[in-house]
Every structure is written in structure tokens, then in C-alpha cells.
């Protein structure tokens, strides 16, 4: 029923079309919250939202496809909107943790030591010595002046040593009374240590804190640099790196000389190049040694650098230290061993390896079995935690933190069970070198040996002593045959060339054919 009417400026007799009332939805219709976005209002509709008929939407969309052909711009094909092209931005290098300094303490309470033990340890020294002024014992034990001048001062109210004479700066050269003797002999009888005081176990917590792996993040520029004189393929360095960023434990597997023992070695340097580490530890009263000349390599430093910043001469800076434990690591070697002869104890593997890599080489084929092994460390694998026994009973818990490799020739599934492989999330495996892998390092190591190798001659090796031979190729065989070819020509006393007559020769020697 619409009513129909007509506008004075119109004839009377033209009819008016009729006005639809508008469209309303009903109250009680509800949408959901999906079916409510969904009707939300488009930049393409305007202000008005409703559902649209698909026959109406595809016709819209080839109206404005039309629009923007005659405009000259190419249409968008439907469902795709135009992509912004993104502005990439430089990465911020990234951020080292501060550089961890040991400062000499000045006060008792700043060194954490029990003053009767470095009394003892002061009179120990004095044994050996006809006499010796309070700073040079001071200097002998790295212990501040003022620490040593009070040990001194208590010694002599205890009438344990005598001034002989003085020195200048109101210091005097002393020497062992009697009673002093006797109490240093009863010293050695506990300990026979003598030399740089310890420092405490709680200190030491701090400092493999502060200078933790885990505190850098190492990318595929820190990688690349460590592995600069490697032959490694991009595959090969995509598995690495989230291995050796996370600080997680892994296999490195694959048949014998490809290079998994060389990698592993050069993991550590994917991080900061120096650490500091305690000469020696005292633990509930037990004296540990820490610093091993044979595994830690002694960083040089500029004497006035560390006396500008008094650094604690009891701490030593090293190389972030890489510990290799091959077929010849025992259980015992994970704990602490004690010397009945000096009654000082020796610091475990582990423990020598925190901050550093610490490398399990051939396992599987070594003294211990990787049952027994992986057993004394299913806890530490876990929650980064060691728990040690001193030689009196006690336990005492000590930080994990290295970067644990297994280096083996087998296959991981046949040394652990699933609860251990579950343990060492990376399993990386190191295979063979192809045809191209092979030639680019057998280029690049003779260039470095001064050998002339020509392509027709890597070529002939290749052909002649691989395929022919059926023989897999290896990562250190261009090595190994460069250095026979080298031997060769030294003995012949001709120049360092590598040929087919050269090929033949020392193939045979290294493989041992007949």
C-alpha cells in the first residue's frame, strides 16, 4: 500500500515510482562474533555494510577492474591487494655481555677466605726462605699488603716469626721462630699447598655466571670466521649453528676423517676469545686446582693494564678453553681426585672445560662405556648441574656450563636409548665430501703447501684412484696426499709438484695397495 503522488512541477498525469520502505533487520537476530566482524565496514564498500550477493560481488570487482584499465593502471587480480615493497633495515650488531674482571680485595670480607688457613699457608712459605719482607710474601701469595701485613702483625704476637729487619715503607724482613716451625710442619700435614691463595667456591659461581656461553649469541658471521679455514659446506654450517647458538649438547657423526674432531675444536672460538679462571679453589676448607697448563693456554697481558685496573693476581686470563677427552677417559677423571702425597686435589674434566667446549672424541670406542658415561650425566644434561664428592663425603653442587660434543663414528641410535638421545637434541651429521668439495679443497690446501696441482691432475686422481677404485672420498685425504707429495719431492730433490706419476706413487703408499 504505497501512496502515490506527484510534484507540482510534474504533469499531473505522469505516474510516480513507488518508494521501498527501508530494510531493517529483525531485533531478534543475533550474530555471532565472527558473523559480526565479517559485516564490518570495507575501504571498498564505504560506510555501509551488509552481505552481498557473490553475483553482485564479482560483478563489482570487474566494473573496478574495468575503471582502472581505462585509467591506464593494470587491474588486481581478485583477492590480491598490491604489496608494499618492505625497507629493509641494518641489524644492529650484536651485544656482547661486559667483560668480567676479577678485583684484588682489599678487606677479609671481600676475600672469603678464613684467615687461619691463609696464616697457615703464609708460614708454609716462610719455610723455605731464610727471610722475606712482608711484601714480597704479599706478591708470592697474590694477596693485598694490607691483608698480609695483618697475618704478619698476628704471627708475631704469637711469637711465630721475628722481625730481623726492616725495610722501607715501615716494612720488616721476618723469619720463622721456632714455634713457627713446628706450626708449619703441622700444616703440611693437612696440606702442602703453598703459593697463590685460593679463592673462594662462592666467587668462582660468579664468574662462570658472568662469563657463560649461553650469555652470547653467536650467528652465521661468527660461524663462518671460526670455520674460515675449513672446508664446510652451507648445508653442513645451517646444522651447526643453532647447535652451537644454543649451547645444547650434540653428536657430531659420519665416518672417520671428515673433519668432526676439527670442528668441534673450533666451535669455542665462535665466542669471546678470554676468560679469567682461579690458579686454585677453596671448597669447604678443600684446596682444588683448577688451572692446567696442559689444557689452558695463558693469554699475555700488558702488566701496566692490570695494575691500572687491580686485577686479582690469583686469577689468570686464558683462552676460552676446548677440553678433548679421547679413548682414554676413565669415570675417575669426572671427580675430584685428591693426591695422597701433597694432599691437594685435582679439579675434574668438566670443571676445567666451564665457559669452554668440552669434546667426548671416538665415542663409544673408549675405556668407559657410553652406558656408564651417559648415566654419570643424565642429571647435569638436564638441569646443567654437577654434583662432585670431596674425599671427606661431602657433596657439592657445581655449575655445567660448557658445550658438550660427542664425536663418534657410529651411529647415535646405537650408543643411547631414547631417554638419552632425548638429552642431546643435535645430531649432526658430517658425511663425505662430493667430486667439487673434493677439488676446491685439494686447490685450496696445495696453494697453502706451495704444491703445483693442475685441474687435469686433481682429475686423473679422481678418476684414476676414486671411481675406478670404488673408493669413498674423505675430507683429510688431500691433506694427507699433499704431504706425501711434498715428502716425495723433498726426498727426489725436485720442486713440490703433484702429477699423475706423483698420484700413483703416493696412493699407493697411504692406501696400501700392492
Not at 653428536?251 to 671428515?258: A, I, Y
Not at 686446582?289 to 693469554?299: C, N, S
Not at 676413565?330 to 674434566?349: C, F, I, M, R, S
Request: glycine letters at 6%; aromatic letters at 8%; a positive charge.
Amino acid at each position: 500500500r504505497f501512496g502515490y503522488h506527484a510534484p507540482m512541477s510534474d504533469p499531473p498525469n505522469k505516474p510516480v515510482r513507488p518508494r521501498a520502505p527501508p530494510l531493517r533487520v529483525p531485533a531478534n537476530v543475533q550474530f555471532g562474533a565472527a558473523k559480526a566482524s565479517s559485516l564490518k565496514a570495507s575501504p571498498q564498500l564505504g560506510e555501509r555494510s551488509g552481505v552481498i550477493p557473490p553475483a553482485a560481488a564479482a560483478a563489482q570487482q570487474r566494473a573496478t577492474a574495468a575503471i582502472l584499465v581505462q585509467a591506464g593502471r593494470p587491474a588486481l587480480k581478485s583477492g590480491r591487494t598490491p604489496q608494499i615493497p618492505e625497507v629493509e633495515t641494518p641489524k644492529k650488531p650484536r651485544a656482547s655481555p661486559p667483560q668480567f674482571i676479577p678485583r684484588q680485595p682489599r678487606t677479609w670480607d671481600e676475600l672469603g677466605l678464613d684467615p687461619q688457613s691463609c696464616m697457615q699457608m703464609v708460614l708454609r712459605m716462610m719455610m723455605g726462605k731464610s727471610g722475606a719482607s712482608g711484601k714480597r710474601m704479599a706478591k708470592d701469595a697474590g694477596l693485598a699488603w694490607p691483608l698480609v701485613r695483618d697475618i704478619m702483625n698476628h704471627l708475631k704476637d704469637k711469637k711465630l716469626v721475628t722481625y730481623r729487619s726492616t725495610t722501607a715503607l715501615g716494612d720488616f724482613v721476618s723469619e720463622l721462630t721456632d714455634a713457627g716451625y713446628k706450626k708449619a710442619i703441622d700444616s703440611r700435614e693437612v696440606t702442602q699447598y703453598e703459593g697463590i691463595a685460593p679463592v673462594a667456591w662462592e666467587h668462582y659461581l660468579k664468574s662462570v655466571s658472568a662469563q657463560a656461553l649461553t650469555l652470547f649469541n653467536p650467528g652465521a658471521a661468527e660461524l663462518k670466521e671460526a670455520f674460515s679455514d675449513l672446508a664446510i659446506s652451507e648445508d653442513l654450517l645451517e646444522r651447526l649453528g643453532p647447535a652451537v647458538t644454543s649451547c645444547k649438547p650434540l653428536f657430531l657423526f659420519g665416518e672417520p676423517g671428515n673433519g668432526k674432531t676439527s670442528l668441534a675444536e673450533r666451535m669455542t672460538t665462535c665466542f669471546s676469545d678470554t676468560i679469567w679462571i682461579p690458579h686454585t679453589l677453596s671448597i669447604s676448607g678443600h684446596l682444588v686446582k683448577l688451572f692446567d697448563p696442559a689444557i689452558h693456554v695463558v693469554m699475555p697481558n700488558d702488566p701496566q693494564v692490570l695494575a691500572d685496573s687491580r686485577v686479582d693476581p690469583r686469577w689468570i686470563q686464558i683462552k676460552r678453553p676446548t677440553v678433548i677427552a679421547g679413548g682414554e677417559l676413565e669415570l675417575g677423571q669426572l671427580d675430584v681426585q685428591y693426591n695422597d702425597d701433597t694432599h691437594v686435589h685435582e679439579a675434574p674434566l668438566q670443571l676445567k672445560a666451564n665457559c669452554g667446549t668440552l669434546v667426548i672424541d671416538d665415542f663409544g670406542r673408549g675405556k668407559t662405556t657410553p652406558k656408564d658415561l651417559l648415566n654419570r650425566w643424565i642429571f647435569p644434561l638436564e638441569k646443567q648441574i654437577d654434583f662432585m664428592r670431596l674425599p671427606d663425603g661431602r657433596k657439592f653442587a657445581c655449575p655445567f656450563e660448557c658445550l658438550l660434543v660427542f664425536s663418534t663414528n657410529l651411529e647415535p641410535k646405537d650408543l643411547a636409548d631414547e631417554a638419552f638421545l632425548r638429552r642431546i637434541p643435535y645430531k649432526v651429521h658430517v658425511g663425505d665430501p662430493d667430486e667439487f668439495e673434493y677439488t676446491d679443497l685439494m686447490k685450496l690446501l696445495a696453494n697453502k703447501m706451495g704444491v703445483d696441482v693442475s685441474e687435469r691432475s686433481i682429475k686423473y686422481l679422481i678418476d684414476r684412484h676414486y671411481k675406478m677404485a670404488k673408493r669413498p672420498m674423505r675430507f683429510c685425504h688431500p691433506r694427507d696426499l699433499l704431504l706425501q707429495v711434498i715428502h716425495l719431492c723433498e726426498y727426489r730433490g725436485v720442486p713440490k709438484s703433484a702429477g699423475p706419476p706423483e698420484w700413483d706413487r703416493v696412493v699407493s703408499n697411504y692406501f696400501g695397495l700392492a
